[in-house]
C-alpha cells in the first residue's frame, strides 16, 4: 500500500462526515485553500464551509467587550472566504447531477499526495436511469501558488442526450457563521466588496475590495471545455457564469477543466495585471503540465521529509497526510506564518498561534529550512507591531509578540488565556535560536532573528521582578490554559531564560563575525547584553522538594486537584462546562505545560526530576487541547515508557482523520500535525538539535518492521533507519559527525553505518 | 447657619455644571429618584441627563463577551428611565421661558433637608423685557414613597399678559447615553414600551411594559392650575400633554401643581388600580398636608441621625449631605438595596454592590435598624439566585452572592474585578451579624439572617482548600482591583473567617433559642456547623515576618512597586490608562484593602502591625476608588494619626459637592457617603459595635468646637457630644453600659456622664 494515497470509499451522506471530508480533502499550498465542497452543491437546509482561503488576506471583525478596560482589543482581524470558483452545475437534460437524488452506485475520494492532487470519482444513477461517471480532480499548485486547477470529467454510461455545464464564479460570499456553534463566527459578517466581473480572453476576473482592512483580491477563472458545442458566459451581478451545452453520446467522455487564479495586493502590485498573467500562462501551460510540475515539486518534498513507517500501514499513511498538510498550510514569505487550522477552515479565524514555532517550525527547520527561515520573517515583519504592543501591555521597552494575530496586532479577546501568555516571545526565540542552530544562517541571524532576539529579552526585563537574587515572572500565563495569571510558570520562566542568554550569546557571535548591526540599529550596548545574561542566569525555576518535581507555577501544587472521579464523560473539554475561576483552582491542565517544558528544555532538569514531573502532570492533564498528546508521547519516550508513547502518538496521529475532537469540519489541527513528526523523530529517534550538533536516541516501536526519515542540518542531510536492534545513520552528500545514545560517531559520506539501539 | 439648607447661588450655565447640579438637587425617597433638570428644558445640542428612576425597575442590555467562556454572564439588568413627569413649558404670549436666552436676574437653588424639597427660584428677564420670578420646589415623599409633588410657581413682576402653561406626562423616554464617555452606555437601548395614556377624572395615566424584563409599571399625573382659565388636557403618541392657559395681572403669581406617581408591578398587584389610589389620596390631602408630613417624617429621622459638627459650617451641612441622600437612597423593601449611585443617576447602571453592606449599612443599623433590617432582607430574597450562582461558577454546595445585580443574578462583564470578589459573601455575612449585634433582632436571625450564614458558609467550605492544617482561598479578588486573582487575601480571608464562626455561633444561638428552623430547612446539622468553625479557626492569614505586616495576598510583596514618580498626574484613575496585568504585576492599590480589614476586622492584628501597615500600604495606594479614603481616615484615627485622619475625612465629606471624582454628574457616591459617616463615628469618636456592646474612644479633630451624634444598640438611644477635652455620654430612655477608652461605664437613663478624651 502506498502511504502517500489516502482513500475514502463509499457515499456517507451524514452533514458532519461531509463538512469533515471538506477539510480533509481541502486543496492548499501554503497561498490559497480550497474546501473540498461538492461543486455541484448541497441540498438546501445541508451545512457545508464552502471556502476559498488566501494566507494572510483578512477583514475586521468586532470584537465588543462586555466591561471595557484599558488595552482590551476591540476588533480583530479575520481570515475572509473570498470568491467561490469551485461551483459547477451538471444537468442532463432535466435532470440535475446530485450525490443526493437518484442512487451513488459507487464513489470514492482521493488524497494523493505524490500528484499533489485530490479526486472525487462517482457513479451516479439518476432518478430516470441516466448512468454518469463523475471524475473530479482538483489542485492547489505549489509551483504556482495563486493557481487552483479543477478538472470536471463527465462519462455517459448508458445513455446519449444533451448536457448543461454551469460553471460559476461567485464574487459575493461570505464567512461560515453558524449561531448554536461557540467555536465558529455566530453571526454573517459582510466582509467583501466584490466589483462587477470583467470579461477577458474567455476568462472573468472579479477584484474584490476588503472595506474594512483596504486588502483588495482578485480572482480569475478560465473554463475550457473538451467539446465544441453552444458556449455563453454573462456576467449575473457579483458573479461570471460560463455555460456549455452540447449533446453527449454513451460512453463518451466530455472534460471542463477550470483554471483559477488569486492574487492580492499585499503580494501583487497591480492584481488584475498579475491575474491575468499568471491565468494565461497556466493555460498556455496547460492541466497536464501542471500536473507534472507539481509531481516533481512533491517528489522533491518528499525526498527531503519522508518519514516512512513499515509494519503499520494505515498509520502510516496517517503520518504522511499529517506531514503533507504542514506543507500545504505554511505561509512561504514574510506576510503569512501557518494558521492554526491551515488553510483548510475558519476555525480561529485564521490566526496564528505560538503553534508555528513550537510544533510546526521544527519540522521545517529540519527538512526545509526555506520555510523555516519564512517563518522567521514573518515575524520579524511585526516586529514594530510587537513594540507597540509592549507599550499597550505597559512595557516601557522591548517588543511583546500577541498571542494570536494575522498582521501583528493582538486579536485575543479574552487576555488571561491570551495576550497573557507571554510565553509567546519565548517560543518565537527559541524558533530563531533553533534554526540558527540547524543551519548557522548567520545571515539570517544578523538581520532578523538578531533583532527579535534583543527586543524579546528587553521585554524580559522590564516585565520581570528581581526578588533578592531571583528574577522573577509575575502575573503571566503559562501553555496550560486552565490555570491562568500566575507567577512564575516553570515553561514560561525556561523560555524566557533561553530568549535572554540567547540575546547576549547572538549579540557575542554577530558582534565576533562584524555583522552587528542589528545591535547597532536599536542601541544594544554591551552592557545591556550584559544585563540580559545576567537575568537568564538569575531565572527562577520553580521546585518542590517534598515532590521533587517542578510545579506549574508558584501556587499550583497548593490547589485542590481536580474531582476527575466526580467529572461525566460528557464534560470535556472542560472549558465548555466550567467557569474559569473554578478551572483555576484546581490542579488540572489543560495539555502539557511543565511537560512541555521537560521537552523543549529538557537539560534543565534531571531525567529523576522529569520522570516524577510526568507522572504527576500526567495524571491532572486533560488533553483537553490538541497540543498535548503528542508532547506527552516524546517525554514518555526519552523516559522509556515505550507503550505509553505509542498510545499518546496514535491519538496524536489519527487526530483529524479519525475526528478525534470532533470538529475536523472547521479546519485540520496543524499544531497536532507537526506535534506528529516530532513525536516520531524527538520521540521514538529521540533526536535533538543542541549546540554541540544532533543527537539521537532511537527505537523502533513496538509492531514495527522499520521507520525511516531523513533530516538536515548544517547543509548536511542525513538519513535515519530505525530498525529493532540498530538504526543506520547515512551522511548523504558530506560527511558528519552526530551523537547517538550519548556516543559521537563520524559519518563518512554515503557510508551506512549501523548502531545498536538501547534496549528500554 | 443652618446646615440642613444646602443652597447655591447664580447661573453657570456650564453643561456639566448643570448636569452636576441635576444629581446634586435630584429628589429621591428610596423608592423613586428624579433627577432635578429645569423643568423647561434646554436649548438643542445641550447635554442632560433627563432621569426618572424606580428602584429595582429594570431593563435588560445585551453584555458581549469577547470570548466567551462558561458561565460569563451575556445579558444584564440595567435600571430604566421611567416616564418624564418634571417638563413644564411656559409661554408669556409668543416668548417661551428658557434661562438660556434673556437675562438670569437671580437665581438660587436649595436643597433643604428639613423639609425634604428641593427649590428653585429665578427672576428673568425676558428678551423682550418681561420680568418673572419663578419659584420651583419638588420633592419625592418619604411617607407616600410613590408620590413625587412638582410646584411651579410664576409671577409677573413688570407686565400684565397672557400665559400659556404646557405640564408634559411623557411615556417614551430612553435611557442617557454618551458614546464618548466608557463610564456610561454607549447607546440608546429602547427599554420601554408605553402604552397610550389614559384621561381618568382629569389625571393622566400611562401603563409601561419593559418587555425584555417583564416588569410594568403606570405613571399618573394630575395638574391642578391655581388660576381658573382655558384648560385642555389631550394625549399625544405616548404623551399626555395639559394645557393651561389665562391672563396674568402684573404682580400676580399663579401656581401649577403637578401630583405625581409611579406604582410597578414588583410592589402592586394592580399597578393603575394603585396608581389611581395614591395619586387621589395625595391630591385629595394637597400640596400643603405632603409637605407638612414630610417635615414630621425629617424629624423624626434627624433627631436620630443626625452628626453635628460645630465650628465649620460648610463641612457640617455637607455632612448632613452625604446622611441625607442615604436616607433617600436606600430601599426599603426586599426587593431593593441601595444602588451605587443611589436613585440619582444611571452611572454602573442601578447595580447594588457590597457598598450597601459594608459602607452604607453601619449607619442605618446605629440610626434606623429599620432600614437595616429591610436590606437584609432583600439579599435573603436573592438567596435562592445566589444559589445558581454557586453553581455557575463551579461550586457544589453553598451560595455566592453575585458582584453587582439588580434582582440577584451577576452582571458584572469583566469577572476578575467582579465575580472574583468573593468577599461579597463575607460582606453580607457581615452585614446580618453587625444588624444581630445592635439590635440582638433574633427574630430577623431567625428567619433571615441564619439562612444566610449558613449558604455563605458553606461556599466558603467548598471553595476554600486544606493546606496542611491552613485553611486557605485561591483565585479570589479583594477589594482592591488592581490585583486580581490572587490566593489568600487578607480581607477576604478574614471576611471568610468571620462568616464561618458566625455561621456557627448563630447555629448555636438560634437552637439554644429553640429557633433552629433555618438549619432543618437546609440540612444543616451540627457537624457540618463544626467543619464550619474548624475551617473559621484554620482560616490562614498571610504575616510577613520581615516586615512586620500583612501582605495583602500571598505574592503581593513579591511584585515591584508601582512608579509614582514616574506616573503623569493625568493618568489617574490608573485602570483608565493602564492594560489591567501590568497594574496586576504591580504593587498598586486602587483603594484600601488590607487597610479595610484592619478596620473591619481590627481585633485580628496588634496596633503596631496595623500601624506598620497603614505606613506601606498608604505609600502605594491610588484612591482611584471613591471607597478609599474614608477607611484610611478611620484606621488614621485608631491610630492617632489625627491630621491624616481629618485630610481623608475632607476628601471624602465633600466627595460629590465638589465633583471630585468629576463623575457626580452620572450620580452620587453613596458608598463614600456611608464612609464619610464611619470616618466621623467609628473614626473620630472610636465606636465600635462588638459582642461584648458598643466601644468609643472619642476625640475632637483640630478646628472643631463640637460635634455630636445618637445611636441606637439593644433599643437603646445613646446621645454623644465630643468636646476637646471630654465627652458626654447620655442614655435615653433606659439605662445602658458602655465602654470609653476601654474602661466600662454605666450611663443611668437621661443622666451625662462626661469622659475625659485621651489626648493623642
Given at each position: 500500500m ?20 471538506e477539510?480533509i480533502?481541502?486543496n ?12 455541484e452543491?448541497?441540498?438546501e ?6 471556502g476559498?482561503?488566501?494566507?494572510g488576506?483578512?477583514?475586521?471583525s468586532?470584537?465588543?467587550q462586555?466591561?471595557?478596560l484599558?488595552g ?9 472566504n473570498?470568491a467561490?470558483?469551485q461551483?459547477?452545475?451538471v444537468?442532463?437534460g ?10 451513488v452506485?459507487n ?5 494523493d ?5 485530490t ?7 439518476s432518478?430516470?436511469?441516466k ?14 501558488p ?9 462519462e ?27 467555536r ?12 462587477v ?10 477584484k474584490?475590495?476588503?472595506p474594512?482592512s ?16 453552444d ?13 456549455f ?8 467522455t466530455?472534460?471542463l477543466?477550470?483554471?483559477c ?5 499585499r ?5 488584475e ?6 491565468l ?9 503540465a ?5 509531481r ?6 518528499w ?9 503499520d ?16 498550510s ?22 496564528y ?8 517550525q ?16 514573518y515575524?520579524?515583519s ?22 494570536r494575530?494575522?498582521?501583528?496586532s493582538?486579536?485575543?479577546g ?28 548567520l545571515?539570517?541571524?544578523?538581520n532578523m532573528g ?11 526585563l ?13 502575573d503571566?500565563?503559562?501553555?496550560d490554559?486552565?490555570?491562568c495569571?500566575?507567577?512564575n510558570n516553570?515553561?514560561t520562566?525556561l ?26 540599529k ?8 550584559q ?7 538569575a531565572?527562577?525555576?520553580p ?36 467557569h ?7 490542579q488540572v491542565?489543560?495539555q ?14 534531571s ?28 517525554v ?7 507503550d ?30 507537526g506535534?506528529?513528526y ?8 529521540g ?11 532511537p527505537?523502533?516501536p513496538?509492531g514495527?518492521?522499520?521507520?525511516s ?7 548536511c542531510?542525513?538519513s ?14 558530506k ?13 563518512e ?11 528500554n
Amino acid at each position: 500500500m502506498n502511504p502517500l494515497v489516502y482513500a475514502m470509499d463509499g457515499f456517507n451522506p451524514d452533514n458532519r462526515a461531509l463538512m469533515t471530508q471538506e477539510t480533509i480533502f481541502h486543496n492548499a499550498n501554503g497561498l490559497i485553500g480550497i474546501r473540498s465542497c461538492f461543486e455541484e452543491g448541497y441540498p438546501e437546509g445541508m451545512a457545508s464551509i464552502r471556502g476559498t482561503y488566501i494566507n494572510g488576506v483578512y477583514g475586521i471583525s468586532e470584537m465588543k467587550q462586555a466591561e471595557k478596560l484599558y488595552g482590551f482589543a476591540e476588533e480583530k482581524e479575520t481570515i475572509v472566504n473570498v470568491a467561490d470558483v469551485q461551483s459547477i452545475e451538471v444537468w442532463f437534460g432535466g435532470e440535475r447531477f446530485t450525490l443526493f437524488e437518484g442512487s451513488v452506485l459507487n464513489l470514492s475520494r482521493v488524497l494523493d499526495m505524490e500528484a499533489g492532487i485530490t479526486a472525487r470519482k462517482a457513479h451516479w444513477r439518476s432518478p430516470e436511469g441516466k448512468e454518469v461517471k463523475v471524475a473530479v480532480t482538483r489542485m492547489a499548485s505549489f509551483e504556482r501558488p495563486e493557481v487552483f486547477l479543477l478538472e470536471y470529467a463527465l462519462e455517459a454510461v448508458n445513455f446519449s442526450g444533451p448536457i448543461r455545464i454551469v460553471s460559476k464564479h461567485i464574487g459575493d460570499v461570505v464567512n461560515y457563521s453558524n449561531p448554536d456553534d461557540p467555536r465558529v463566527a455566530s453571526e454573517s459578517v459582510k466582509h467583501l466588496s466584490p466589483g462587477v466581473p470583467e470579461l477577458l480572453g474567455g476568462a472573468s476576473y472579479i477584484k474584490t475590495l476588503i472595506p474594512r482592512s483596504g486588502i483588495s483580491f482578485c480572482s480569475g477563472v478560465k473554463n475550457v471545455f473538451s467539446k465544441p458545442g453552444d458556449e455563453t458566459i454573462e456576467v449575473s451581478g457579483t458573479s461570471a457564469v460560463h455555460t456549455f451545452s452540447c449533446e453527449l453520446s454513451e460512453g463518451e467522455t466530455v472534460v471542463l477543466r477550470k483554471y483559477c487564479v488569486f492574487t492580492d495586493d499585499r503580494r501583487h502590485e497591480d492584481i488584475e495585471k498579475s491575474a491575468i498573467a499568471i491565468l494565461s500562462e497556466a493555460v498556455d501551460a496547460g492541466a497536464e503540465a501542471l500536473l507534472l510540475e507539481q509531481r516533481t515539486y512533491l517528489d522533491s518534498f518528499w525526498d527531503r521529509s519522508m518519514l516512512k513507517i513499515e509494519g503499520d500501514d494505515s498509520l502510516s499513511s496517517s503520518i504522511c497526510f499529517n506531514l503533507y498538510q504542514l506543507m500545504a498550510s505554511a505561509g512561504r514569505d514574510q506576510i503569512s506564518s501557518i494558521a492554526a487550522k491551515g488553510l483548510s477552515g475558519e476555525g480561529y479565524e485564521g490566526h496564528y498561534f505560538w503553534d508555528a514555532e513550537m510544533y510546526i517550525q521544527p519540522f521545517f527547520i529540519l527538512t526545509n529550512p526555506e520555510i523555516a527561515k519564512s517563518l522567521i520573517s514573518y515575524r520579524y515583519s511585526c516586529l514594530g507591531k510587537a513594540r507597540k504592543n509592549a507599550r499597550i501591555m505597559g512595557h516601557k521597552s522591548g517588543a511583546l509578540y500577541p498571542w494570536r494575530t494575522i498582521t501583528g496586532s493582538e486579536c485575543s479577546g479574552y487576555y488571561p488565556s491570551g495576550s497573557a501568555q507571554y510565553h509567546i516571545n519565548g517560543d518565537i526565540a527559541y524558533a530563531v535560536t533553533s534554526y540558527y542552530l540547524a543551519t548557522k544562517d548567520l545571515e539570517t541571524l544578523a538581520n532578523m532573528g538578531a533583532e527579535i532576539l534583543y527586543e524579546t529579552a528587553r521585554l524580559w526585563l522590564d516585565a520581570g521582578t528581581w526578588n533578592g537574587s531571583r528574577f522573577e515572572l509575575h502575573d503571566m500565563t503559562g501553555p496550560d490554559e486552565y490555570t491562568c495569571i500566575v507567577n512564575n510558570n516553570y515553561y514560561t520562566n525556561l523560555a524566557a531564560k533561553h530568549n535572554l542568554l540567547w540575546a547576549e550569546k547572538a549579540h557575542k557571535i554577530l558582534k565576533e563575525a562584524g555583522m552587528g548591526f542589528a545591535a547597532e540599529k536599536i542601541g544594544l550596548s554591551d552592557s545591556e547584553a550584559q544585563d540580559f545574561k545576567t537575568a537568564g542566569l538569575a531565572m527562577y525555576l520553580p521546585y518542590d522538594e517534598k515532590l521533587g518535581i517542578n510545579p506549574q507555577d508558584d501556587s499550583f501544587l497548593t490547589k485542590k486537584v481536580w474531582d476527575f472521579e466526580g467529572t461525566p464523560k460528557d464534560h470535556y473539554p472542560l472549558l465548555l462546562h466550567y467557569h474559569p475561576l473554578h478551572l483555576y483552582r484546581h490542579q488540572v491542565s489543560k495539555q502539557a505545560d511543565t511537560v512541555l517544558a521537560h521537552f523543549i528544555f529538557q537539560d534543565a532538569q534531571s531525567l529523576d526530576v522529569i520522570r516524577r514531573s510526568f507522572d504527576y502532570y500526567e495524571k491532572i492533564t486533560t488533553h483537553d487541547s490538541s497540543l498535548s498528546s503528542c508532547i506527552f508521547s516524546i517525554v514518555a519516550s526519552t523516559l522509556g515508557l515505550r507503550d505509553k508513547a505509542f498510545k499518546y502518538f496514535g491519538k496524536s496521529a489519527y487526530y483529524d482523520l479519525f475526528d478525534t475532537a470532533g470538529n475536523t469540519q472547521d479546519g485540520i489541527h496543524t499544531a497536532n500535525m507537526g506535534g506528529v513528526y516530532m513525536a516520531a523523530v524527538y520521540g521514538f529517534a529521540g533526536f535533538r538539535l543542541k549546540e554541540d550538533g544532533v543527537h539521537f536516541a532511537p527505537y523502533l516501536p513496538e509492531g514495527w518492521t522499520r521507520y525511516s526519515f531523513k533530516i538536515q542540518h548544517e547543509g548536511c542531510r542525513i538519513s535515519v533507519v530505525v530498525e529493532k536492534d540498530a538504526s543506520v545513520f547515512t551522511a548523504l552528500g558530506k560527511s558528519k559527525n552526530i551523537k547517538v545514545n550519548g556516543a559521537e560517531y563520524a559519518l563518512e559520506a554515503g557510508k551506512p553505518v549501523s548502531i545498536p539501539n538501547l534496549s528500554n
